[in-house]
């Protein structure tokens, strides 16, 4: 019994909060929809939220993990959408409906998305920055053009598609699972060996492949595997809704996943969560509060608290109102941490906690300056 | 002939796209930033000359009614640019540039629902003096078409004199290059960086004006495709590159005409741009101008 009391001391609980908070809340909610007493709209909102924390793990892989800035989350989604909801389609004409319809449809979505993630990751491997970011945003509108012009027979045209819908009382539930499935894919893959190769990538790519990382293999497999969660978020959608129109997959859609990715933090998985789950409800609610004249209200009141957020954020001057007023050290100062040591893990690397040489911002940018250092062989032939 | 009138619009909406490819591109050389709300700065414009032409319309002579109005978003635009630096842009100075990226696009929004919330989100139409159109032999011109073409080559000529030859211009280029070593030779990052916003929204003004000359409505989202069009013409030019901008955006503007005067393309317009894009920077991955740096541990 004791030697049970000590291994279960010895868990380290923090890895598994995600988990643990993911199925308390589809456990709640599950019994309280088993006793009929939720109302629609939570069961929207459920719906949504569950989305877009998808949406904001598997983008987090690419931005957070991988160091790429990608503009075209929403083109992965659309594909997922429209070739998830087209499967269902079809296995309903052949009698296949329910849940099985719907894990097949799952399959072949994300299945589908990843082939294009594969496709997108293979320029992503020349270009660097803001010029990738223009590509993913390029191929997002590329898909949303194709799938807007298609045939009515194929996948709907400009009208959209019908998709077959899912028993809404129980759709959240799977939605919920696939969260799990996806946080136990990504944790796994961030902790792993490959998962240090894609973190060591984003920190020094040059230093990484001196060190023998396959810098192409594991960039594509990180667009590929981000690709195929967004594609489950996009057949999910497609069972949420009762058509699929590809203008809803516009920039700005990727652009609100992105924004749900910064604000969390990058790379940090739990922060995606709280943040794709503190936005999508601000949204939906600020839509259903503001009706009729006060409608437009909703977007202005969106667009400042996002400018004033990342403002408080990220400001260089008020880092010490920041380090002094911030979640961390409320909670360290109830447990009585020593908040300089209690969350400084190596897999929750923040951008400038990691010690590169390189700084983000020449990373990111494509201008990177060229040290002149003292030792340079190539000296010669420049200029 | 058909070929010859498609190719003068395309240059001409390609000088559009230039315009505020510019705005981009100078912005992304001095500030090392995307604007994300450069495209809603046209829409600022577009509104101003909305409101300005409409109300001293009937008062004025048509054509000093319309230089008024330009004028007037030209200075609208130019201090919105300024203000919005100073707001939002500046203290994120020395941030993670992901951080004002998303700030970026938070003034966009919040541009787009402040014009929202002041006139609809209905299209509104904006009434133009008639400039009517120029006839040589077959071919028939509209005067907005030249005055754009016209307009566009004064700018760039202007523009790169500008940078070129006067002190304020070669700061700017000292500031692209290397920010610390320019600060160091006793240059005003501070003054620079308003000076860039500045030309670049006032760019973006006029780039509004020759929109709406085109297609005279206007709405909420009136900047968002040319933005992110010369967003797309500044990454093929190079981004950062003062004439890369002005070659994308009429490489994308002859593009797009051609495009859509073939029936069969036109529904596929925007893709074929963004292919093209794609396309380029494969085989270049820093766009046609673009300076390719080394990179190094």
């Given at each position: 019994m004791s030697a049970f009391i000590v291994k279960f001391k010895n868990i380290k609980w923090k890895r598994y909060t995600n988990y643990i908070g993911i199925s308390l809340v589809l456990l709640v909610f599950t019994v309280l929809t088993l006793a009929d007493s939720l109302p629609q709209s939570t069961l929207f909102l459920l719906e949504k939220i569950g989305i877009s924390i998808i949406l904001s793990i598997s983008l987090g892989l690419v931005?957070?993990?991988?160091?790429?800035?990608?503009?075209?989350?929403a083109g992965f989604m659309c594909i997922g959408a429209y070739i998830g909801g087209k499967t269902a389609e079809l296995l309903s004409d052949v009698g296949v409906e329910g849940i099985f319809?719907?894990?097949?449809?799952?399959?072949?979505?994300?299945?589908?998305?990843?082939?294009?993630?594969?496709?997108?990751?293979?320029?992503?491997?020349?270009?660097?920055?803001?010029?990738?970011?223009?590509v993913t945003l390029a191929f997002c509108e590329i898909v949303k053009t194709a799938f807007e012009n298609s045939s009515k027979e194929s996948f709907g045209g400009p009208m959209g598609l019908r998709t077959p819908r899912f028993d809404k009382h129980y759709l959240f539930i799977i939605i919920?699972?696939?969260?799990?499935?996806?946080?136990?894919?990504?944790?796994?893959?961030?902790?792993?060996?490959?998962?240090?190769?894609?973190?060591?990538?984003?920190?020094?790519?040059?230093?990484?492949?001196?060190?023998?990382?396959?810098?192409?293999?594991?960039?594509?497999?990180?667009?590929i595997i981000s690709a195929a969660f967004a594609g489950v978020a996009g057949v999910m959608y497609s069972f949420a809704n009762s058509t699929v129109a590809a203008s809803a997959f516009d920039y700005n859609y990727s652009i609100e996943i992105l924004v749900m990715v910064v604000l969390g933090g990058m790379g940090n998985i739990t922060g995606g969560i709280i943040s794709a789950t503190v936005i999508t409800f601000l949204n939906v609610k600020l839509t259903t509060m503001l009706t009729g004249d006060n409608a437009v209200l909703k977007d202005l009141v969106y667009a400042l608290i996002l400018v004033l957020i990342v403002?408080?954020?990220?400001?260089?001057?008020?880092?010490?109102?920041?380090?002094?007023?911030?979640?961390?050290?409320?909670?360290?100062?109830?447990?009585?941490?020593?908040?300089?040591?209690?969350?400084d893990t190596d897999d929750e690397g923040k951008w400038d906690r990691v010690p590169t040489k390189i700084k983000m911002d020449e990373l990111l940018s494509v201008d990177v300056v060229v040290r002149e250092s003292v030792i340079d062989p190539d000296k010669e032939g420049k200029e | 002939m058909e070929f010859l009138l498609t190719l003068i619009n395309g240059?001409?909406?390609?000088?559009?796209?230039?315009?505020?490819?510019?705005g981009y591109t100078m912005v992304y050389g001095i500030a090392k930033m995307l604007n994300f709300a450069h495209g809603d700065i046209i829409m600022v414009g577009g509104y101003s000359i909305f409101v300005f032409a409409a109300t001293s319309f009937g008062t004025l002579p048509p054509w000093v009614s319309l230089l008024f109005a330009v004028l007037m978003a030209v200075i609208i635009c130019a201090l919105l640019g300024?203000?919005?630096?100073?707001?939002?842009?500046?203290?994120?100075?020395?941030?993670?540039?992901?951080?004002?990226?998303?700030?970026?696009?938070?003034?966009?929004?919040f541009l787009q629902s402040l014009a929202q919330v002041f006139f609809g989100s209905a299209a509104k139409f904006v009434q133009f003096p008639d400039l009517g159109s120029l006839s040589l032999g077959e071919l028939t011109v509209?005067?907005?078409?030249?005055?754009?073409?016209?307009s566009t080559v004064i700018v760039m000529l202007a523009l790169t004199l500008f940078v070129k030859l006067t002190k304020t211009g070669r700061a700017m280029l000292a500031v692209s290059e290397d920010r610390e070593a320019a600060q160091l030779m006793g240059v005003n990052i501070n003054f620079i960086i308003s000076i860039t916003f500045i030309i670049g929204s006032s760019l973006a003004a006029?780039?509004?004006?020759?929109?709406?000359?085109?297609?005279?409505?206007?709405?909420?989202?009136?900047?968002?495709?040319?933005?992110?069009?010369?967003?797309?013409?500044?990454?093929?030019?190079?981004?950062?590159?003062?004439?890369?901008?002005?070659?994308?955006?009429?490489?994308?503007?002859?593009?797009?005409?051609?495009?859509?005067?073939?029936?069969?393309?036109?529904?596929?317009?925007?893709?074929?741009?963004?292919?093209?894009?794609?396309?380029?920077?494969?085989?270049?991955?820093?766009?046609?101008?673009?300076?390719?740096?080394?990179?190094?541990?």
């Amino acid at each position: 019994m004791s030697a049970f009391i000590v291994k279960f001391k010895n868990i380290k609980w923090k890895r598994y909060t995600n988990y643990i908070g993911i199925s308390l809340v589809l456990l709640v909610f599950t019994v309280l929809t088993l006793a009929d007493s939720l109302p629609q709209s939570t069961l929207f909102l459920l719906e949504k939220i569950g989305i877009s924390i998808i949406l904001s793990i598997s983008l987090g892989l690419v931005v957070g993990f991988l160091g790429e800035l990608s503009l075209g989350h929403a083109g992965f989604m659309c594909i997922g959408a429209y070739i998830g909801g087209k499967t269902a389609e079809l296995l309903s004409d052949v009698g296949v409906e329910g849940i099985f319809a719907l894990l097949i449809s799952v399959v072949v979505g994300a299945l589908t998305a990843a082939v294009f993630g594969f496709i997108v990751g293979l320029p992503a491997l020349r270009l660097k920055g803001d010029y990738l970011a223009i590509v993913t945003l390029a191929f997002c509108e590329i898909v949303k053009t194709a799938f807007e012009n298609s045939s009515k027979e194929s996948f709907g045209g400009p009208m959209g598609l019908r998709t077959p819908r899912f028993d809404k009382h129980y759709l959240f539930i799977i939605i919920f699972s696939f969260i799990l499935v996806c946080l136990a894919v990504m944790q796994n893959l961030i902790r792993s060996k490959h998962g240090r190769a894609i973190t060591a990538i984003r920190d020094n790519e040059i230093a990484a492949r001196a060190t023998g990382i396959n810098v192409t293999k594991y960039k594509l497999l990180a667009f590929i595997i981000s690709a195929a969660f967004a594609g489950v978020a996009g057949v999910m959608y497609s069972f949420a809704n009762s058509t699929v129109a590809a203008s809803a997959f516009d920039y700005n859609y990727s652009i609100e996943i992105l924004v749900m990715v910064v604000l969390g933090g990058m790379g940090n998985i739990t922060g995606g969560i709280i943040s794709a789950t503190v936005i999508t409800f601000l949204n939906v609610k600020l839509t259903t509060m503001l009706t009729g004249d006060n409608a437009v209200l909703k977007d202005l009141v969106y667009a400042l608290i996002l400018v004033l957020i990342v403002i408080y954020n990220n400001a260089p001057a008020l880092k010490y109102v920041r380090e002094r007023y911030n979640i961390r050290a409320l909670t360290d100062k109830i447990f009585k941490k020593r908040s300089d040591v209690s969350y400084d893990t190596d897999d929750e690397g923040k951008w400038d906690r990691v010690p590169t040489k390189i700084k983000m911002d020449e990373l990111l940018s494509v201008d990177v300056v060229v040290r002149e250092s003292v030792i340079d062989p190539d000296k010669e032939g420049k200029e | 002939m058909e070929f010859l009138l498609t190719l003068i619009n395309g240059v001409s909406l390609g000088g559009i796209y230039a315009m505020i490819a510019l705005g981009y591109t100078m912005v992304y050389g001095i500030a090392k930033m995307l604007n994300f709300a450069h495209g809603d700065i046209i829409m600022v414009g577009g509104y101003s000359i909305f409101v300005f032409a409409a109300t001293s319309f009937g008062t004025l002579p048509p054509w000093v009614s319309l230089l008024f109005a330009v004028l007037m978003a030209v200075i609208i635009c130019a201090l919105l640019g300024f203000g919005v630096e100073k707001l939002a842009y500046k203290p994120l100075r020395g941030a993670s540039p992901l951080a004002v990226l998303i700030t970026a696009i938070g003034v966009s929004s919040f541009l787009q629902s402040l014009a929202q919330v002041f006139f609809g989100s209905a299209a509104k139409f904006v009434q133009f003096p008639d400039l009517g159109s120029l006839s040589l032999g077959e071919l028939t011109v509209s005067y907005s078409t030249l005055i754009t073409l016209i307009s566009t080559v004064i700018v760039m000529l202007a523009l790169t004199l500008f940078v070129k030859l006067t002190k304020t211009g070669r700061a700017m280029l000292a500031v692209s290059e290397d920010r610390e070593a320019a600060q160091l030779m006793g240059v005003n990052i501070n003054f620079i960086i308003s000076i860039t916003f500045i030309i670049g929204s006032s760019l973006a003004a006029l780039a509004g004006l020759f929109s709406l000359m085109n297609v005279p409505f206007i709405k909420p989202t009136f900047g968002s495709l040319p933005g992110i069009k010369a967003f797309t013409a500044a990454v093929i030019g190079g981004i950062g590159s003062i004439p890369g901008a002005m070659l994308g955006g009429i490489l994308l503007g002859v593009v797009e005409c051609f495009s859509n005067s073939v029936p069969t393309l036109a529904p596929y317009t925007n893709a074929i741009e963004f292919a093209i894009l794609i396309i380029i920077l494969i085989v270049k991955p820093t766009g046609i101008l673009g300076k390719k740096r080394r990179e190094k541990v």
